[in-house]
């Protein structure tokens, strides 16, 4: 028993983590439904005009139990009604192909048709995400994922999604966020991250990719949202 605890160690340190480091498991996952962003949007807008056709008002009730609709069309407030991200940078993105792009940005745009992808070559091990905060931001209690390039079954299949990301708080290793292999939305409980004070200073959130999930024919690895829920907003 000692041996394999003495080896868990080891194991940790040489991949440069404290062995306290916990591991986090989804509290929520909720499947993508395949609605193109097009029609989310017109469904908002026949909404806000309180103009809905028969065949939309039953697509309102379906869309009751989408959390894409809810949190990304719906205009419903939420953690971004006092929240907000200062910056986004990546250690890398995919050159643009065409009309797409694959920068920072995309995974924080609140479009479940774009994505962030990594631009090295291999499947991204240790490429990541930075997210910069003000002192004063609304906490953070939940990081919710949209696993991989989920604007199409295809897509997703065809590129690499992430296993596992290492959650960095103030640039100090924090947690290890282990994502399931499905086309999803995936919600953590991370604790309460910030101050919500606006005399603190700038803080910062980094997730890096530890380990992925191979896609069937790109080496390359893709988040489509990287977003927050949490306190200090009503």
């Not at 009309?99 to 631009?119: K, L, M, P, R």
């Not at 696993?147 to 065809?158: F, I, L, Q």
């Not at 991250?193 to 992925?212: M, Q, T, Y």
Request: hydrophobic share 35%.
């Amino acid at each position: 028993m000692k041996t394999i605890i003495t080896i868990s160690i080891l194991l940790l340190a040489s991949m440069g983590l404290p062995a306290q480091v916990r591991h986090i498991k989804p509290s929520n996952v909720y499947p993508i439904q395949d609605f193109p962003t097009e029609q989310y949007n017109r469904l908002q807008q026949a909404m806000n005009t309180r103009k809905l056709t028969v065949k939309e008002q039953k697509l309102v009730q379906k869309m009751e139990e989408n959390l894409i609709f809810e949190e990304f069309y719906s205009g419903m407030c939420n953690w971004y009604c006092g929240g907000i991200v200062d910056t986004i940078t990546a250690s890398s993105a995919l050159p643009p192909s065409q009309s797409h792009t694959y920068t920072a940005g995309n995974a924080h745009d609140f479009d479940h048709e774009t994505a962030w992808v990594e631009g090295t070559p291999g499947e991204g091990i240790g490429e990541w995400l930075r997210y910069e905060f003000g002192g004063g931001c609304p906490r953070i209690t939940t990081v919710k994922i949209m696993n991989g390039y989920v604007k199409s079954e295809k897509a997703w299949r065809d590129n690499g999604r992430v296993k596992s990301l290492l959650l960095y708080y103030n640039e100090k290793p924090y947690a290890i966020l282990d994502l399931v292999d499905s086309r999803s939305l995936q919600c953590f409980d991370v604790g309460t991250l910030g101050f919500h004070d606006e005399n603190a200073p700038r803080w910062s959130l980094k997730f890096e990719i530890r380990e992925v999930y191979p896609g069937k024919r790109y080496n390359d690895t893709a988040i489509t949202e990287l977003y927050f829920d949490g306190i200090d907003v009503h």
